[in-house]
């Protein structure tokens, strides 16, 4: 079994309309690396040029942030819930 990525509904121009996609990855970074494969100009709206995940993009796995874990390099196992949430903001 693999892991479940879920993207966001801010992605579905891009994605074709594809709201999530199972991937075989040992890290965020290798999913996300699997996400940019398949939807190229995804790579841009997720991941800084340094390779980091964009500020403004929030990743979960489960239910906890990887920026409390261990950022882009968090481990992964098979059946984990990787959730790509863009930040809301307004005013």
Do not use: W
């Amino acid at each position: 079994m693999g892991v479940n990525i879920v993207l966001p509904s801010a992605l579905a121009a891009i994605t074709g309309g594809v709201r999530s996609m199972e991937v075989e990855a040992e890290s965020v970074r290798g999913a996300l690396a699997q996400v940019a494969t398949r939807f190229p100009t995804a790579a841009s709206r997720l991941l800084d040029d340094s390779g980091s995940i964009r500020r403004h993009i929030n990743v979960f796995v489960g239910e906890t942030n990887v920026r409390d874990l261990n950022g882009i390099d968090t481990p992964l196992k098979s059946d984990d819930d990787v959730i790509i949430i863009p930040a809301v903001s307004g005013g």
